[in-house]
């Protein structure tokens, strides 16, 4: 037997389950998520909802925020209370959140709505990674981990991948979709998961939630620590706008058809959320290849590296309207991504006081928390102003002297461009292309790429000049 079958003989079944639950609940996280830009922002005679660019960026990047933070708080409910009654709460937390985001229509409702979907994720989010942590030993976890992250990619592309065929039809599909999918773990919690031992700690339910913020605030004292959370931040913050900006970017600009026409597809069949499941299939074929080379250098290296190239990619993503060239840019990304953010958790690992490693492992999720606030923030007003397709149609229709009534729950975004066309004398496609040639939204991918590059140099100067290049501490 090869050492690789030794290895997988030796996972416990309760391994299995919970990899089973992660695919199955990124399936329905994804599938809902990489859809969730143009839900907000599409035209509301589409069973979308209209909003502004700036009124998407507040929703997602504060609700991402709080998912990536509270895990503070509800790993410690899992710790005290047991890990089955907090999935069994996440799982009916999901169900009712993802019901709520596709019933609700106003900006209010629905804004509570995706914080409490994030609350139901920030409750699953720290114990299918801890179950992980305690399946596996020394000898086995490099293999549980890499098993964890396939199943986190295997979900990421099937997800989206039939949302992108299901939002087409009817927007609630894709939420029932993400209900059913994360409805089928209640199978797998209530059958066959096995409660992992908890050692009895003694420490009160908040005096432990305490405990964590007082850790955290230790970490945060370190300002050359708190100095590379923050450029880390930067990075998710260019990342991030694969969910955030991607889509509505394709969905105003970029004509799909000729991949559809390629592949023997009806018109149609190739959307944005299908464009965007391929970073997790280039992930799921890639990875192993891209770590290979990427562990021969230091993982700072990898990063800074890695962090170039998915800013390169950011600008091929955002350059053109040809979808051949937006595709490789999306492989490009995905390859920067595959390069720099596994080596993250080993680069903090590297550089915490030896005594208090545990401690900064618990804190890295700041600056991917700090990146879903920024890019929010980025894929609002600053998104927008230069790349908006009613927007920059608002700024033609202005400067042409025409008069045409805004855009409301009255008037939506369909009916203003039909207007449009007949005031220019255009059709779809032409008013499209007038309006790309003349106020060049591609302008965009400036900004993205330079955040991309802004954080490699700052972690190039970090290693440099702060650390002095020695990757061992950040004291």
């Known amino acids: 037997m090869s050492k690789l079958g030794q290895v997988l003989k030796k996972f416990p079944r309760v391994f299995w389950v919970s990899n089973i639950m992660e695919l199955f ?76 985001v ?37 000898e086995t976890a490099s293999v549980g981990f890499g098993i964890f992250y396939v199943m986190v990619n295997i979900g990421g592309f099937i997800g989206p991948f039939i949302a992108g065929f299901l939002y087409k039809i009817d927007w609630n599909l894709v939420f029932l979709m993400s209900i059913i999918t994360i409805a089928i773990n209640y199978i797998f919690v209530f059958f066959f ?59 105003h600009w970029v004509d799909m058809d000729s991949l559809s026409a390629f592949l023997g597809l009806a018109e149609g069949t190739i959307t944005a959320p299908t464009i965007t499941s391929m970073d997790a299939f280039f992930i799921i074929v ?33 350059l053109t309207q040809n979808p051949w060239i937006m595709l490789i840019g999306l492989l490009i990304f995905s390859i920067g991504e595959m390069a720099s953010s596994p080596k993250f958790n080993e680069y903090v690992g590297r550089i915490a006081p030896p005594d208090k490693k545990a401690l900064y492992m618990g804190t890295v999720f700041l600056a991917i928390a700090i990146g879903h606030f920024l ?73 993205f790429t330079g955040i991309a590059v802004a954080a490699s140099l700052f972690l190039l100067l970090y290693d440099r000049i702060i650390l002095k290049g020695q990757e061992n501490t950040v004291q």
């Not at 250098?297 to 990063?303: A, D, E, G, N, V």
């Open 375 to 447: 890019a929010g923030w980025v894929s609002g007003k600053p998104f927008e102003v230069l790349a908006d397709k009613y927007y920059l149609l608002g700024k033609a229709i202005e400067q042409k002297g025409y008069a045409i009534q805004p855009i409301s729950d009255q008037f939506t975004q369909t009916q203003y461009f039909e207007r449009a066309q007949e005031l220019f004398g255009m059709d779809g496609s032409q008013l499209t292309q007038y309006l790309w040639d003349n106020y060049h939204p591609s302008n965009i991918w400036f900004l």
């Open 102 to 138: 596709g019933t609700f229509d106003s900006y209010g409702l629905v804004f509570a709505a995706y914080i409490f979907l994030a609350v139901a994720g920030a409750l699953f989010k720290p114990i299918i990674s801890g179950m992980i942590a305690k399946t596996t030993t020394d």
């Open 286 to 318: 890639l990875q192993m290849w891209v770590s290979s080379i990427s562990m021969r250098y230091r993982p700072l290296h990898s990063m800074m590296t890695g962090i170039m190239i998915l800013g390169l990619g950011l600008l091929l993503m955002f």
């Open 25 to 100: 609940e990124r399936w329905a996280w994804y599938g809902f998520y990489n859809a969730f830009a143009l839900y907000l922002t599409l035209s509301k005679d589409t069973g979308a909802l209209g909003f502004s660019q700036v009124q998407k960026g507040a929703i997602i990047g504060t609700g991402s925020m709080l998912l990536y933070f509270l895990p503070i708080i509800t790993g410690a409910i899992a710790d005290r209370v047991g890990y089955k009654k907090v999935l069994i709460l996440s799982f009916t937390a999901y169900v009712a959140g993802y019901f709520m």
């Open 193 to 251: 998961f096995k409660e992992p031992y908890r050692e009895p700690s003694g420490v009160k339910f908040l005096k432990n939630i305490g405990i964590a913020f007082t850790n955290i605030w230790i970490t945060l004292k370190n300002w050359k620590y708190v100095l590379f959370l923050v450029i880390m931040g930067l990075f998710w913050t260019a990342f991030n706008q694969l969910y955030y900006s991607f889509p509505v970017f394709l969905e």
